[in-house]
Structure formats: C-alpha cells, structure tokens
C-alpha cells in the first residue's frame, strides 16, 4: 500500500507511482541528452542505457530469442503489431484477419476500422464468465483463409483474472495464427510474473503500469516473426520503430524491473487482497457482485464488484472526498457512461456492468487493516 499526497490509492491498474530507484535517478539530475545514434560518448552513454535495459528484459523474462521493441507504450504497440501484421499480409497479396476478446482493451478492440480499410476481416469472439474456450478459438481460427492475427490478454486490466497462455500455445500450434500477448499488467500482479510461457508472437508491457515512467513501453518480438513496421525513418531499432530512442524512459523500465524482482511478495499481496474481498462478501453480500471471483486465473492486487443499480458516480465522488482513489469500470465519451465490456461478459445486464467498481492494490501490499479501515464508512453508509 502506498499513501500518495494523503491519499489511499488504490488504482495501480491505471497506473503506479514510481519506484524509488526511478525516483532517486531523476532527482540526481542524472538525464542522459545525448542522442543514442551519436558516436560521440554522451551518445556512447546514452545508447549503453538502452543496451543494459534489453540485456535486463531478456534476462528477466528468459527472452534472449526475442527481439526488444521500444515504444510509448501498449496502445501505440497494438496498434504497429496490428497494421504491421496487415500490412505485411498486403504486400505478400494474402487475404488477412484479425481476431481478440469482447474483455480486451479498448486499443484491441477498436482496431476494427483499420483493419477493414485496409481490406481485413476483423472478429470480436466473446468469452464465458470472463474465460475463452479453446476449442472453439481453434474452430474460429481455422474457418478463416489466409493471415491470421488474434490477440490474447494475459491478466485482464478489470478484472485481474489471469489467462492459461499453455493453452494459447496449443491454440497456435494447432493453427499456426500469429498471436499477440497483452502482458500490460503482468509485472508483479502474478506469481512468478518473470516466468513468461515463450514460444508466442508478440508479449507487450507498459513501463508505467509497473513504476517507470509513463509513455514508454517494450514489446518482445519472436525473431522468427515477420511483420511490416508502422513507423518510418532513420532505422533505429533495427528499423523496428524509427526516431529518436528514449534511453531517459527506457532506463526507468531497467531499474523499475529490478526493483519488483527484489521486492515483490506474492503471498503478503495476495492475502491483503482475500482479506479485502472476504470482509466485502461478509458485510455486503446482497449488495456487490464480485466479478471473476470463481475464475480459473486471478491476480494478486485486483477486486472488481458491481454495486447493482446504486449509482457509481456517487459512490466514487465519496470515495474521492474521503480520500480513496479507486476506479469504476465504466468508460465516459462524450459525457455518455457507457456499460463495462468485461463486466458485460459475465452477463451482468446494462446497469450493472455501469455500477462498477474496482480497487487495485500496490504489488508491494503487506496488510489490509487499513484499507478496511478507510473503506468501511463510506461503503457502509452507501451500500446499506
């Protein structure tokens, strides 16, 4: 748990602050200006910052056959393994397809328009109390001529329920479909979150849901893969994403990675969140509906419930005075609340899936007594 400006907050799947060897390395003053294509040595010192970040992520994830792609982070990574992938199939004059989840992020799902001005089909399969069936995954992949791309999210941002990538590495095998793994919230929600199934397409993170900085991101890249890449220019990154490498961002993945190895407790994280959820169903069982509680997979930091037809807004503007920072799962445009898709796919009707909420711990949680503490008057004087 971290206490943040006073604050209690508890919406680290949004984003986390930043770990304390990012925070020191920026208050040195230590920026590296140097452009990394440079020969000169702050361009030397700039580009071993990038070197010792990819030496670390293959390290850490057992990743040497992989390929490091830098990049604002997850939704600009979706969007150039998508394109890419169409692409690349355009030039080769193949028919090409695009496949994810009615629980995937919005940068997955709203793909749609792009692939099909570029001549693709482009398929939302639906999940089952927030799982996929493998079978029918293979049915649907092998039903299509030509590419295909499908989209796996590893541990859902909403939900926090985890999904068995051994299955996903069949479901390739059987199909020979490129596949692209949201591993966003990955790092130190999971137990053993650095033992990465390998043997998949394309594994993407985003350096600030873990306690680097904000737009900068990696994605692994099989070196067996071949796709078009979306941006073009002076070649950096093996010509993977062209521009200026971020070696100031990229050496906060580096030391935000280190850190969550040295200090994350599955166990001390895991037990605060059962706790959190067992004191939920105790004193407010007829009025909250935990979501995904009954899966095969979850995470160690999220609780996500529906609070019925009590209204969210409210809920969460006493949350906010009270000073507890949690997130609802509902998504705002143009002033329209629009119904979770995740909660929807547990078949919570309209209303419902509205009324959520979701709490999301610090990986680095050791108890849960004063979270209870702060929660207890205000869900208590809202739900009964």
């Not at 028919?95 to 099909?116: A, G, I, K, T």
């Not at 009707?349 to 205000?378: A, C, G, H, W």
Request: net charge neutral.
């Amino acid at each position: 748990m971290k206490l943040i400006n006073n604050c209690l907050y508890l919406d680290y799947n949004a984003t986390a602050p930043l770990v304390k060897p990012v925070e020191d390395w920026l208050t040195k003053g230590a920026a590296c200006f140097g452009n990394p294509a440079s020969t000169h040595q702050l361009g030397r010192k700039s580009k071993s910052l990038i070197n010792a970040t990819i030496d670390t992520i293959q390290s850490t994830f057992n990743a040497k056959e992989y390929d490091v792609f830098f990049h604002s982070g997850a939704t600009e990574a979706i969007n150039s393994v998508v394109k890419g992938f169409s692409f690349n199939s355009l030039k080769a004059k193949r028919p090409f397809h695009v496949l994810c989840f009615d629980s995937d992020h919005s940068s997955m799902v709203n793909q749609r328009e792009h692939v099909e001005i570029l001549g693709g089909t482009f398929q939302v399969l639906n999940t089952k109390d927030g799982d996929f069936n493998k079978e029918e995954v293979i049915k649907a992949l092998k039903g299509l001529e030509g590419d295909k791309l499908i989209n796996f999210t590893y541990v859902n941002n909403e939900s926090g329920v985890v999904w068995d990538l051994n299955e996903v590495l069949e479901i390739k095998n059987e199909t020979g479909a490129t596949v692209h793994i949201d591993c966003v919230q990955l790092v130190s929600k999971v137990k053993d979150w650095q033992k990465l199934p390998l043997g998949l397409d394309y594994y993407t993170f985003s350096g600030h849901k873990f306690g680097a900085m904000k737009s900068v991101g990696f994605t692994l890249i099989s070196t067996k893969s071949n796709w078009t890449p979306l941006i073009r220019g002076g070649g950096q990154q093996k010509a993977m994403r062209s521009g200026t490498e971020n070696a100031f961002g990229t050496n906060t993945i580096k030391l935000a990675l280190e850190y969550n190895l040295e200090k994350f407790d599955y166990d001390k994280v895991n037990n605060a969140k059962v706790e959190i959820e067992k004191w939920l169903l105790e004193n407010f069982n007829n009025e909250i509906t935990v979501i995904g509680a009954n899966a095969k997979g979850r995470n160690a930091t999220t609780i996500f419930f529906s609070i019925g037809d009590r209204d969210i807004n409210t809920l969460m503007m006493a949350l906010d005075m009270a000073g507890i920072c949690g997130s609802s799962g509902s998504a705002c445009a143009s002033g329209i609340i629009k119904p979770s898709r995740v909660a929807k796919a547990y078949g919570l009707d309209d209303i419902s899936s509205t009324n959520v909420l979701r709490l999301s711990l610090s990986p680095f949680t050791e108890n849960s007594s004063e979270i209870i503490q702060k929660l207890e008057p205000v869900l208590s004087k809202f739900l009964k």
